[in-house]
């Protein structure tokens, strides 16, 4: 048996997420004594899949997608053919828009949106976030096989070297019903579904002419942008920066929410946050309520000033 990662090349690299599953099943494995192996969709980046503990590999093929029942289809392949016992991957877009396919066709009990290491292996107990973050659930498991979907940053990437790996390609051409046509990537940088550090903006910034401030702030600290549903409705920014309900699900370590008033949509997105930053010129602002830390105070003022703080203490360092 083996605990098996799904690994999704996406233009040369494995995104953080994808080490964030790596790294549970390796840390899974050292319990339950089971090897880390992975299937891969695109090239197999094998020097970083050794890095992160991964002794073997089914790489397959064709890789498209769109395709999400080609691609359940193929993972639970490679995931017999590997003979997994747990099948791990990130619940980013393509991991929700796959996992219930991979339980069923795996035959596998399924969690999804699982936020820590499992609090007991035998029998298998894990924790998930629910309602948006609002809550959270222990579930166990009872049946033989499982997949595990990971919540992004439910653990920090770690590696484990192994010294060889080996591997095989496997075409599945008469899986596929779907074709790709042209595929483009919409954004640069960080992508925020895996981001550790989200600046985000709301109408108080009152256009998009005063969005290099939030820019500016985002720059110095590494972190990724958002902005709150009307913000990208008025075209200030573009629909993929939009987090909520409507909008993405995101969950990093640190979200700084910047003239948004915490409607209940926008916090349905960002509830998983594990801290929270509002700053706001209404003591009134709903948004206070979810914080953990609030300044009161002109985002013209207050964020210049936080950006030249961040500027200053880095180099000091
Ligand atoms: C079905 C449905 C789904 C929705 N989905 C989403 C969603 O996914 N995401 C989402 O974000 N919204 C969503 N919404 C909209 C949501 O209800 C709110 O209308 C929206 O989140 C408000 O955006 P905002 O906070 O940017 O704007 P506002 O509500 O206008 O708040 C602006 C805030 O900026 C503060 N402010 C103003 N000037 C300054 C200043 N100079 N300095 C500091 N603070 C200042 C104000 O005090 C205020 O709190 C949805 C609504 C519906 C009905």
Redesign the pocket.
Known sequence: MSIVVYCENIEGNLKKATLEALTYAHKMGSELGLPTYAVTTGEPLTDVLKQYGVSKYVEVSPNVPADTSLLAGSISFGFEKLNGQYLILPYNSTGKSIAGQLAVKCDAGIVSSVNALPESLEPLRVSQSLFAGKASAVVQVNTAKVVLALQSNAIQPEEKPVDEISGELVILDSLSQVELVKQEMLSEGIPLPEAELVVSG???F?GPENWHILEDLAKELGAATAC????SDADWRPHHE??????IAISPNLYIA?????????L??VNNSKTIVV????PE?P?FKAADYGVI????EVVPKLTAAVQAFKSKA
């Open positions: 709301g109408r108080g009152k709150s549903r009307p913000v939009h987090v909520g309900q409507t909008g910047i003239g948004i008033s915490g409607a209940i949509q926008h349905g997105g700053i706001n010129n209404d602002a948004f105070g002109d985002l013209f």
